[in-house]
């Protein structure tokens, strides 16, 4: 009698801990504002469990809203599968569940709602801890993806501008005016400075044309680099086989499961062990903001490729406008000839050292 009164007393507390489970489940739901409970008001642990732990249309609701959730690229399959069979959606949820490691490619039960209710809550727990690490993480990414396509449209906007100005053709056919006698002393003061100043100015140019090649260096430099990443990207693809967009998730969802993991063993260690072992509490080595420094590296490294990438694809684009203004053939001035930009400047000048020429004779 004795055996079978505390066999009975285990099953009441297995089935505690399941309602328990199944209320905290519901709540992070409320929390992150599931469409499906909205308008939807229980409190009795038993009905919540039935909720979730039942085959119905409202638990199939929910599992798509979460697979949404940790996965968005899954939200065009989810709407694919809209008037598809039961049995068709709860495959693609499986196999998104497997890609994501909770579970096999054979857990069909689990996901219909027939298997037991503690993995069914488990399942849902971790799926739910994984759309809240998503929330928590996503924002900063957004808004750097959002600096940089608002970076890239000014770029744009500021290099149309300036080839579109109209002051850029004043500075191509400037207009020269006879200078005045009085204007003239100061002319020949500005000459002496320039003769002085020629030394400095070749210096300038040389520098200039020092830093030229090493921003073609490191250009070639991005671009190898670039090559590389593409590389071994596609050979990462094709030796594990799996979908890159839940990479991300996979990585979140092992570094929560270790995180659950370490918290209930300390909570075990201090309720049920510690009164039984008289040596000092384990050592937990802080590894935790190491890994979450090394991760916040790579998506810097990540999002500083991704501006490398834009702004050679900028250059590439300022480079080939340039290109085709210089070739492209127009009116200039009241003369109305018609040339090239590359023509127009070599008449230029040509204008400037006559113009140099006659101040350096008239020097002498």
Known sequence: MAGLGGGGGHKAGDDEGVLKAAVEVFGKLKDLKC?????????EPKTIQELLCTPSKYRLEILEWMCVRVCPSWQEKSSSLK????????????KLGHELMLCGLADQELLKGRACAQKQLQLMDQLLDAVRSLNVGGASCSSAKEHLEDTREKNEALLGEVLSSPCLQTLLSPECDPWPVDVQPLLEQQSDDWQRARPSVELEEEKVMELARQLQESVAKLQT?????????????????ADTSTLDQKLRLV?????????????????ELGECCQRPGPYLHPCGPIIQAVYQTLTSCSQLLKAVTEVT????????MVEQQQGEQMCWGSSNSIMSLASKMEELTQKYKVFRDSLQKGVE
Do not use: W
């Open 255 to 271: 570094i929560s499961d270790f995180h659950q993991l370490v918290v209930a063993f300390l909570q075990v260690y201090d309720d």
């Open 225 to 241: 680099l670039r090559v590389e990443c593409f590389a071994q990207q596609k050979q990462g693809a094709a030796v594990s086989g």
């Open 35 to 43: 469409p499906v409970l909205e308008g939807l008001y229980i409190t």
């Open 313 to 320: 694809d900028t250059s590439a684009n300022a480079v080939q």
């Open 83 to 94: 008037g598809a069979p039961v049995e068709v959606k709860i495959q693609e949820m499986v």
